[in-house]
């Protein structure tokens, strides 16, 4: 009959020895009897086949083989915590997971802390992540196939979803320097922006899609990737608008220059033709988010909250 196979106990009784130095040390920590230690350890050593401690000094230490053996111990031991840990969370009501759909226009670098904190505060939570535009965005979160958005308020207004405002995002127009656009200095006229090809993203989801948003020429491209819309720019291959904060560098760089309509306002602070596109957090009111994604929303609001 084949040796049984080594308990989580008894890896947790092998790592103790090896975090304390000594046995004593080992059934101070774990509260047990010394002998109860030894025992442990020689039992999985009988299941293992190999010695993995040098008992000849004051000292416990590892042989070669439990050096050998010790990472993988870890490995397994922090796995069955963790197996352990997420099945008390899902019987407690936490997500299996979260699931989570961002809209392209969302600036990622606002997420990233919370969701370092949220890996820090939800270790048996995996996010699964979505990135989509527009409807398409929205339509994740109205199938349930995401419980959480962040969405373009614009293309979200659907009664089956709660909204929480978070954030304006700036939008503002911008072709290559080659671009004919690109090498006005002053705003363009309705003509010259008629005459060009603008870049359109479109929503594949059919939710917004027969919508237009800021289309100003007759002539469009539409297409569904705002990357896709941004490298399209600057080969010059268009104009169009993009959210400010994914073109600053490439304006600071000069791979791209900021153009201006002719039919926006003038600021205070001189000519401005900027759009302001408020984006909310948006789940179904049928199925709210679990303990952790109510938890990532209030991150995500008092996080974007103006500063007073």
Known sequence: ??????????????????DEGSFSGAARRLGRAQ?????AVQRLEEQLGATLFDRSS?????????RSLLPRARLIADELRLLCDQATGIAEGLEPELTMVIDAMFPMDLLLDALREFGARFPTVPPRLYVESLGAATELVLKGQCALGLLMTFSSEFEPLVRQ???????????APSHPLGQLTRPAT??????QVQLVLTDRSGLTGERDYGVLSSQTW????????????RAGLGWGGMPEHLVREDLAAGRLK????????????GFDDSIQLPLCAAYARATPPG?????????????LAPQA
């Open 1 to 18: 009959m084949p040796a049984p196979h080594p308990t989580f106990d008894q890896l947790q009784v092998m790592l103790a020895v090896v």
């Open 35 to 39: 002998s109860a230690v030894t025992y």
């Open 58 to 66: 004051y000292r416990a230490s590892l042989t070669e083989a439990g």
């Open 165 to 175: 405002p978070l954030i304006d995002i700036r939008l503002i127009h911008v072709a």
């Open 190 to 195: 309705r003509e010259e922006l008629r005459g």
């Open 222 to 233: 539409r297409l569904a990737d705002l990357g896709a819309k941004h490298a399209m720019i």
């Open 258 to 269: 900021r153009i201006f309509v002719p039919h926006e306002r003038e600021s205070e602070g």
């Open 291 to 303: 303990p952790a994604g109510r938890w990532l929303l209030a991150y995500l609001q008092k996080a």
